[in-house]
């Protein structure tokens, strides 16, 4: 008989919020967080429209630990404290090697990339930071994560574009089912909002330059932001036997690839990859509630992503609820689905479907019920939470309650 493998604690940050409750409370009201990106580094750029957290929380940190961590680190750690506090355990001489991390990562450190640009290249200075190297890794987040909690397990990161967090999810899910761990911090991470990410972005043209409007009609492209989202999982057995609350069951996943083309996406990958989680989860298309879409924003994007869930779910389609959270908190690459999961899980907790926000016309091509707006109570047994990538690397998790 398969592990089941379920949530018992959840922590992140981002522009909605500085924790997993604020988050979830700005999504239900249907809040966007995105606006003008407050930098004075980025003035030269086109489009200065993002999520930015303004203001990160008393961490407590210690500093020989903080001078070595670039930004994406240093949020996934305080994402993953806050699961770990929320879940109750602790690590110790006798659990320590059966915990570990996974966590993925869509662009890694470019802040420190950055000052040592600009420290060597503008300033003059003959050498780069000591900790430059370990800043800028992408595994550098997991490894913090590590040390911070005191997690000696299964540890590494994943580096997937858009669908990290998802895949880094996934793999933690393994993890426990293969017998090496009975507990594993997993979600993502990224702090894109640096003047070489944004002008990268900025020379595809696919930023909206006032807001993120996904599946409208009226829809100009994505909006990036950062943040972190990290959930504690464990197996089913192991959270019973401890006494734990559970928030919900991580159901099943389904992986695919496009072998297309390195940034348009197919219809086929996603259809695949939302196929393969169902029958990990042992789920009927109607039996999902809920669908937390990638949603980015993008014209062809979203036409592809309804067109695939139309071929997936037939006629229970038009009887999903679908939203796409990234009209709130944008598109924070490696971060987005563990955002995304944050809203899954609450959904089935609290029976209601956060909406997808700024939308003002219908779009005939997207002509699913994307909950415009305003949230919605409705009860989920079962939500989908897609993540699609460049290189066409994709990733669906299934949520469903216990």
Same mark, same amino acid.
């Given at each position: 008989?398969?592990?089941?493998?379920?949530?018992?604690?959840?922590?992140?940050?981002?522009?909605?919020?500085?924790?997993?409750?604020?988050?979830?409370?700005?999504?239900?009201?249907?809040?966007?967080?995105?606006?003008?990106?407050?930098?004075?580094?980025?003035?030269?750029?086109?489009?200065?429209?993002?999520?930015?957290?303004?203001?990160?929380?008393?961490?407590?940190?210690?500093?020989?630990?903080?001078?070595?961590?670039?930004?994406?680190?240093?949020?996934?750690?305080?994402?993953?404290?806050?699961?770990?506090?929320?879940?109750?355990?602790?690590?110790?001489?006798?659990?320590?090697?059966?915990?570990?991390?996974?966590?993925? /990562?869509?662009?890694? $450190?470019?802040? &420190?990339?950055?000052?040592?640009?600009? @420290?060597?290249?503008? *300033? #003059?200075?003959?050498? +780069?930071?000591?900790?430059?190297?370990?800043?800028?890794?992408?595994?550098?987040?997991?490894?913090?994560?590590?040390?911070?909690?005191?997690?000696?397990?299964?540890?590494?990161?994943?580096?997937?574009?858009?669908?990290?967090?998802?895949?880094?999810?996934?793999?933690?899910?393994?993890?426990?089912?293969?017998?090496?761990?009975?507990?594993?911090?997993?979600?993502?991470?990224?702090?894109?909002?640096?003047?070489?990410?944004?002008?990268?972005?900025?020379?595809?043209?696919?930023?909206?330059?006032?807001?993120?409007?996904?599946?409208?009609?009226?829809?100009?492209?994505?909006?990036?932001?950062?943040?972190?989202?990290?959930?504690?999982?464990?197996?089913?057995?192991?959270?019973?036997?401890?006494?734990?609350?559970?928030?919900?069951? /991580?159901?099943?996943? $389904?992986?695919? &690839?496009?072998?297309?083309?390195?940034? @348009?996406?197919?219809? *086929? #990958?996603?259809?695949? +990859?939302?196929?393969?989680?169902?029958?990990?989860?042992?789920?009927?298309?109607?039996?999902?509630?809920?669908?937390?879409?990638?949603?980015?924003?993008?014209?062809?994007?979203?036409?592809?992503?309804?067109?695939?869930?139309?071929?997936?779910?037939?006629?229970?389609?038009?009887?999903?609820?679908?939203?796409?959270?990234?009209?709130?908190?944008?598109?924070?690459?490696?971060?987005?689905?563990?955002?995304?999961?944050?809203?899954?899980?609450?959904?089935?907790?609290?029976?209601?479907?956060?909406?997808?926000?700024?939308?003002?016309?219908?779009?005939?091509?997207?002509?699913?019920?994307?909950?415009?707006?305003?949230?919605?109570?409705?009860?989920?047994?079962?939500?989908?939470?897609?993540?699609?990538?460049?290189?066409?690397?994709?990733?669906?998790?299934?949520?469903?309650?216990?």
């Amino acid at each position: 008989m398969r592990t089941r493998v379920v949530i018992t604690g959840m922590g992140g940050i981002c522009g909605l919020g500085a924790d997993a409750a604020a988050i979830w409370n700005e999504m239900r009201a249907g809040r966007s967080a995105i606006g003008a990106i407050s930098s004075p580094q980025l003035h030269d750029l086109k489009v200065k429209v993002g999520c930015e957290i303004k203001t990160l929380p008393d961490h407590g940190i210690d500093r020989k630990q903080l001078v070595s961590m670039d930004r994406f680190s240093l949020l996934a750690v305080i994402a993953a404290r806050e699961a770990l506090q929320q879940s109750g355990l602790v690590s110790d001489d006798a659990t320590t090697y059966r915990m570990g991390t996974v966590v993925g /990562v869509g662009v890694c $450190g470019w802040e &420190a990339i950055e000052e040592n640009y600009r @420290a060597i290249l503008l *300033e #003059g200075r003959n050498r +780069a930071g000591i900790f430059t190297v370990p800043k800028v890794m992408p595994s550098a987040a997991s490894g913090q994560v590590s040390m911070n909690l005191g997690l000696r397990g299964p540890v590494f990161g994943v580096t997937s574009a858009c669908s990290s967090s998802n895949h880094a999810i996934a793999s933690a899910v393994d993890q426990i089912r293969l017998g090496r761990a009975d507990v594993m911090v997993a979600g993502g991470t990224d702090a894109p909002l640096v003047w070489g990410i944004l002008k990268g972005w900025e020379a595809l043209r696919v930023l909206a330059p006032d807001t993120c409007r996904p599946f409208s009609a009226d829809r100009q492209g994505l909006s990036l932001g950062e943040g972190a989202g990290m959930a504690v999982l464990e197996s089913y057995e192991h959270a019973m036997a401890r006494g734990a609350t559970i928030l919900a069951e /991580v159901a099943g996943a $389904g992986l695919s &690839a496009d072998a297309s083309d390195i940034v @348009a996406p197919t219809i *086929e #990958g996603p259809t695949a +990859a939302m196929r393969a989680c169902l029958a990990d989860a042992g789920l009927n298309p109607e039996d999902v509630d809920y669908l937390n879409a990638h949603g980015t924003g993008t014209k062809a994007n979203d036409q592809i992503e309804t067109a695939a869930i139309k071929r997936v779910f037939g006629d229970a389609a038009y009887k999903l609820s679908v939203s796409s959270t990234k009209s709130m908190h944008a598109h924070c690459l490696g971060a987005s689905g563990a955002l995304e999961m944050i809203a899954c899980v609450n959904a089935i907790r609290e029976g209601i479907v956060p909406p997808t926000a700024n939308f003002r016309e219908a779009d005939p091509e997207c002509d699913l019920d994307v909950t415009p707006n305003v949230a919605r109570e409705r009860k989920v047994r079962a939500a989908i939470s897609n993540g699609f990538a460049f290189g066409g690397t994709n990733a669906v998790l299934a949520f469903k309650a216990v």
